[in-house]
């Protein structure tokens, strides 16, 4: 088992994501003394009688004025088990960008309804980026439950709609928990609940510290974006060389060969140097400079990998999780950031639209708009090293970037990772429908 667990939240506004966060940062004792004080202060100000528990989380005057997130708030809290990083993300629609922020290296998301209102749009909608970004499992806690005087019934039907709707989008159903929760009474939260004795599962904190971690593999295949390209030219280092950058996946070895790509220049890892000191080999996530036995033409933005060498093309289908208030149509001009480097790209096509609420999907669309799934087709200036999203999370993802203010215009994920289930129709722009393809249609981060 790991002993660190990412995870995220997302849900609809006022679902209590906030409330739920403070209160597994209060009854875990990972708040400090002052923060704790100040909190207490802030709430007996507004004439509370207990701690606004959110307020651990929302941060910004604006969202405290409005008591709504409305950026991605990161907590770290641990406990004898585990380690936790989260990521509290909005609920409001127009915030949508920043759940694929917070979700994109999630490796659980938690997923928030209200008791009261059951799901709605927008948990369908959140639930589908969390599947589009390869999230692998799902907590439903069902939030409030005081409120419907703590009902069986009502959490039953919530849960039962809901572990539709995942598996319905991939998920398998061993990897969606359902726990009834209220975060402001700490019902089940991190202590177990008197007020519902029919509820036999895990408590929230009792499932985050015993849920299997998946990890990154490090039997995948090498992949390393070179960031910066080190050569000191001074006396005591003449004649250095080293490529320094992140391992996105995968691992390597003094003596492996290795693939520059787009070049498909090749060499052999000579030897992997850190502050810390030289190592023998070097795994995901550990920030390294490889120096390889030839002098070759490398620079930033290229890709040194190893092992099942990725698709070098100008031309990829993708999936886009459309992220600006204007539309994107076909023909956009924009610019393609995968990894560390660059591009000029044009989206030629636009395949489908993917309808999250009814899990269908729409053919050829005029456009998408925000908030907006579909798959594209991207054709880029230059030739680019892309692996499938299914395939590899870190090197299968990538921005559109506005060439004009460098904003950020969508998510993008190489091929089609959020398959419409069998069974579901597809509409069409005229309104009828027809068989679709399950494997027509399908998400990067902090």
């Not at 088992?1 to 009854?27: E, F, I, N, P, W």
């Not at 490398?298 to 990725?310: C, K």
């Not at 480097?341 to 096509?349: D, F, L, S």
């Amino acid at each position: 088992m790991s002993d660190l667990l990412r995870l995220a939240t997302a849900g609809s506004v006022d679902d209590g994501k906030s409330t739920l966060v403070g209160r597994l940062l209060y009854d875990t004792k990972s708040v400090l003394a002052d923060t704790l004080d100040a909190v207490h202060r802030a709430s007996a100000d507004r004439g509370l009688a207990t701690p606004d528990l959110s307020l651990l989380v929302d941060g910004l005057r604006s969202e405290r004025e409005q008591g709504i997130t409305i950026d991605v708030a990161y907590r770290y809290f641990a406990t004898p088990n585990r380690s936790f990083v989260l990521a509290d993300t909005p609920g409001h629609v127009q915030y949508t960008r920043n759940t694929v922020t917070g979700a994109s290296t999630a490796q659980l998301g938690v997923l928030l309804v209200d008791a009261r209102k059951g799901v709605v749009e927008q948990t369908r909608r959140h639930a589908a980026v969390l599947a589009l970004l390869g999230v692998p499992r799902l907590v439903l806690a069902v939030n409030k439950i005081d409120l419907v005087d703590y009902d069986e019934v009502t959490f039953s039907r919530i849960a039962k709609e809901f572990t539709a709707h995942a598996t319905a989008l991939g998920f398998a159903e061993d990897a969606v928990t359902e726990i009834p929760v209220s975060a402001l009474a700490g019902d089940n939260v991190v202590e177990r609940s008197a007020n519902t004795p029919w509820y036999t599962g895990p408590t929230l904190l009792e499932h985050l510290e015993t849920v299997p971690v998946d990890v990154d593999p490090h039997d995948a295949p090498f992949r390393f974006p070179v960031q910066y390209v080190i050569r000191p030219r001074t006396a005591e280092f003449p004649d250095y060389r080293g490529y320094a950058g992140q391992v996105a996946a995968g691992t390597v070895r003094v003596g492996d060969e290795i693939t520059v790509l787009p070049t498909g220049l090749l060499s052999t890892v000579v030897g992997i140097d850190t502050a810390d000191g030289p190592l023998d080999e070097a795994a995901a996530g550990q920030s390294v400079t490889l120096l390889l036995e030839h002098d070759l033409d490398i620079s930033r933005g290229d890709l040194i990998s190893g092992g099942e060498a990725p698709t070098v093309t100008d031309e990829f289908e993708a999936t886009v999780c459309w992220l600006a208030e204007k539309a994107l149509r076909p023909g956009a001009r924009v610019l393609v950031k995968h990894g560390t480097r660059t591009v000029q790209a044009i989206v030629t096509e636009l395949r489908t639209r993917f309808d999250e609420q009814k899990l269908g999907s729409s053919e050829n669309p005029d456009s998408l708009k925000l908030n907006e799934i579909g798959q594209v087709v991207v054709r880029t200036a230059e030739p680019v090293p892309v692996d499938d999203y299914t395939h590899n999370r870190r090197t299968g993802a990538f921005l559109v970037i506005d060439a004009s203010d460098g904003s950020t215009l969508a998510a993008g994920l190489v091929g089609a990772p959020l398959p419409v289930p069998d069974g579901v129709d597809s509409c069409t722009e005229g309104g009828s429908t027809a068989p679709t393809d399950s494997h027509a249609l399908v998400s990067p981060g902090p």
